[in-house]
């Protein structure tokens, strides 16, 4: 109790010393651990999604969960206090990209307990009122701060010039890509990767009713959040090949535990279109100097996946949809909307980095 005590002195002190930097090895363990983390709530929403005798908050997948905070939350810890028993005391014990997750730690224990009240003695939910709870959603903001950790840890390093390699880059890779799946498990009232098949066809092949409508919006919002980190990286560094498949197939595991990976083939698009995004890289380099390659990029990353998405889900349904203005037009909506992010991203060319 005494050596923590002085630890935690030792923390809140400002030395005024210079922030040290992690090992890849150390932001390789945290993503991982992050992974834990993610697969425990992956796990869990699939089985808010698909059991409905839901009735207590002590649950197996709820442990998997909180075991999974529970490691990595230990490990991000043990960074800044192992630098603290070195002697460094203040901003100078945590390193650097790790703060803001040491930060979100006891935050995300308070809305761990604010939830087990709330399922305590209001229920637990099982329908879309899951994705508006209060303790839900304070749970999930600080869950992305902790695995985004090597994302942060790896903006500024120091070994990371403008083309990492894959292995170097993988870290904030997993870390980013996990933050996509909460995104999208909180937009699930919205998510196209959520839809079969055969759902895909039938929606667009009517007019009268609302199936169009929640399909469009659904392509629409999915393609935001899967496009979105990409084009934030893709300002940052050269994405080596197999980054954005990496973040796609990451991204698809949300909804697919969510559905009971009951649509593999629409699933599998997304991961076809992770590749495709990273031949759009290879072939047309965009960069914060490269302003027209990089809007390119974006609309065509977007175009891409959703003709592939119209053309898996029409194979595999056994036919196109019934109304042709539906289904090809949606990819060009879907491209003008990666055109328009990419416009937002980066509105002028940084002349320094060209």
């Known amino acids: 109790m005494a050596m923590a005590n002085v630890a935690v002195r030792r923390l809140l002190a400002d030395s005024g010393e210079a922030r040290g930097w992690v090992s890849l090895r150390t932001d390789l363990v945290t993503a991982l651990l992050g992974v834990w983390f993610g697969i425990g709530l992956m796990i869990d929403a699939w089985a808010h999604s698909n059991l409905t005798e839901l009735e207590t908050f002590f649950t197996p997948w709820h442990a998997a969960f909180y075991s999974g905070f529970a490691a990595v939350s230990g490990w991000i810890i043990w960074q800044?206090?192992?630098n603290v028993?070195?002697?460094?005391?203040?901003l100078a014990a945590v390193p650097m990209g790790y703060l803001a997750g040491l930060v979100a730690i006891p935050g995300f224990a308070a809305f761990g307990f604010v939830d087990m009240m709330w399922h305590t003695f209001l229920g637990v939910e099982t329908t879309i009122d899951i994705l508006f709870s209060p303790s839900h959603l304070g749970l999930i903001v600080t869950m992305m701060i902790i695995v985004t950790t090597p994302?942060?840890?790896?903006?500024?390093a120091a070994d990371l010039g403008a083309r990492p390699s894959l292995g170097r880059l993988l870290p904030a890779l997993l870390g980013l890509a996990l933050a996509t799946t909460l995104v999208s498990l909180f937009v699930s009232y919205g998510n196209a990767m959520q839809f079969g098949a055969a759902g895909v066809v039938e929606a667009f092949s009517v007019l009268d009713g609302p199936e169009a409508g929640t399909?469009?919006?659904a392509m629409?919002?999915?393609?935001?959040v899967l496009l979105a980190p990409v084009l934030l990286l893709v300002r940052r560094w050269h994405l080596p090949f197999g980054s954005v498949t990496l973040i796609y197939t990451v991204g698809v595991l949300m909804p697919g535990a969510q559905t009971a990976f009951s649509n593999l083939p629409i699933l599998f698009t997304f991961v076809a279109a992770g590749a495709a995004s990273d031949l759009l890289i290879q072939w047309l380099r965009p960069s914060a100097g490269r302003r027209g390659a990089y809007w390119a990029?974006?609309?065509l990353s977007a175009f891409v996946t959703w003709s592939l998405y119209i053309v898996v889900a029409s194979v595999a349904a056994g036919g196109l949809p019934a109304v042709p203005e539906l289904w090809t037009g949606a990819p060009i909506v879907g491209?003008?909307?990666?055109?328009?992010?990419?416009?937002?991203?980066?509105?002028?060319?940084?002349?320094?980095?060209?």
């Open 220 to 224: 629409i919002i999915t393609g935001v």
């Open 151 to 156: 994302l942060r840890s790896a903006w500024n």
């Open 335 to 354: 491209g003008l909307i990666g055109l328009a992010l990419g416009v937002l991203f980066l509105p002028n060319a940084d002349t320094g980095r060209a």
């Open 85 to 90: 028993r070195t002697g460094r005391q203040g």
């Open 80 to 82: 800044a206090w192992r």
């Open 215 to 217: 399909l469009g919006a």
């Open 297 to 299: 990029f974006a609309g």
